[in-house]
Each structure stands twice: as structure tokens, then as C-alpha cells.
């Protein structure tokens, strides 16, 4: 059984209704966590700080990410973290045997931020996790790293990117089975639905389209 790992704060409290309600209609379990007056779920201390663009950047630190999911490893064996603005379309055929799964972003957005390293080439909002010391000690490695260098993103990268050339790789740093995921099929970030998109994530200036999807697929 997959559990869908989403977190959020009362200004993300629609998404997190909509993206939690499209997960239980495909049969996953939800695992929710309150980052802030959203109203349900798991209450999670946060710094508001952390859930802002940093200074000069467009980023949130969004150093609660790696923590919680420490957390949620403990409470479920298959994990699936999506972005509070990532919603699942269809159901999800991730099966294999690796420790953590991750997406590869589009060409030309890897092109697009090539000279930005908080971006990199992996999309840390949609993370697929299978329990296991393995996984378990690169959440703890990756927990300790976004609070060295003040960002989920860029700790995920330093650590990830290096030994990831494209969709469909599977390596192993330092032991952890990555397998390598394409973001057309699992983490598309272009705002519109696609034949073969599963799950869409509304990332960026992007929220109004989320909200019209949401409102299209309830109505």
C-alpha cells in the first residue's frame, strides 16, 4: 500500500484538500502534516520563515521536508512525497527495487537554471521512498544538510545529481539504490495535463491553474 506524504500550512490548505482527496480516490493512504493552522493532520512546528522565498531567491528553505519524511518513514514502508502543489492524475506505477526514487526535470528547464545550483537537476516535490537503513540514513544525511546549506533543493542535489545523467538510471551513492524517474511521467511542471503526466505539480506562479484543475475534476 503506498502512503501519500503531504504537508502544508492554512495558506495551502485547498491544495492540500484537493491533492489529499485526488490520492484517495486512486486507494492510497494519506499521511498529512500541518505545517501551521492548516486544521488536520500531524501538527508540525515550522518557522514561517521556512515556508518563504529566501532573500534574493525564489526558493523556501523548506528545511521541514526531510524531517518530516523522517518521520513518516517510521509510520509507513512506501512513501510517495509530493509538493503541496502537486496533485496525483492517475495511478502510479513506481514499483522496483531501490531505496529512493526522484525526477529529473524537463531539458530545457535543467538548461534554463544550468548556473543556478539551489535548482539542480532533481525537483525535490515529488521524492518516492521505500523504508529501509539505507533510506532511513539518507533522510537523516539529507535533514542535516539542508540545514547546513539552508535549502531542501540544494542539499538534495549536492548529494543526488552528481551520479544522475538521465530518466531511467539507477545508481548507487554510497550504497543508496536511486532510481531515476522521468518528471514527464511523474513530476510534470509545464501546467497543463498531458496523455501520460500522473502526477502534475502546479509549481511555481502557477497555483490559479492548480486551483481551476481542482475545480474541474470536484465539479
Known amino acids: 500500500m503506498l502512503t501519500v506524504v503531504i504537508a502544508g500550512d492554512a495558506k495551502f490548505s485547498a491544495e492540500v484538500s484537493c491533492a489529499s482527496a485526488a490520492a484517495q480516490r486512486f486507494g492510497y493512504e494519506v499521511l498529512t502534516y500541518d505545517l501551521g493552522g492548516l486544521g488536520w493532520g500531524i501538527p508540525w512546528e515550522t518557522d514561517p520563515q521556512d515556508l518563504q522565498p529566501s532573500p ?32 496525483i492524475v492517475d495511478a502510479l506505477d513506481i514499483e522496483g527495487d531501490y531505496d529512493v526514487g526522484v525526477t529529473i526535470r524537463h531539458t530545457k528547464e535543467i538548461a534554463a537554471y544550468r548556473s543556478d545550483p539551489r535548482v539542480g537537476k532533481i525537483n525535490a516535490g515529488v521524492l518516492f521512498l521505500q523504508n529501509g537503513p539505507q533510506t532511513r540514513e539518507f533522510l537523516q544525511h539529507w535533514s542535516d544538510a539542508t540545514v547546513r546549506v539552508g535549502g531542501d533543493q540544494l542539499a538534495l542535489n549536492s548529494f543526488l545529481s552528481p551520479h544522475i545523467q538521465r530518466a531511467g538510471d539507477e545508481v548507487e551513492p554510497g550504497g543508496l539504490r536511486v532510481k531515476v524517474f522521468d518528471s514527464a511521467d511523474y513530476n510534470e511542471t509545464r501546467g497543463a495535463p498531458t496523455d501520460r503526466a500522473k502526477i502534475l505539480h502546479f509549481k511555481g506562479g502557477q497555483r490559479e491553474k492548480f486551483h481551476d484543475y481542482c475545480g474541474t475534476c470536484s465539479s
Open 56 to 87: 534574493g531567491g525564489s526558493f523556501p528553505p523548506c528545511l521541514f521536508k526531510p524531517t518530516i519524511l523522517r518521520d513518516a518513514i517510521y509510520r509507513a514502508d512506501h512513501l510517495v512525497y509530493t509538493d503541496a502543489d502537486a496533485v
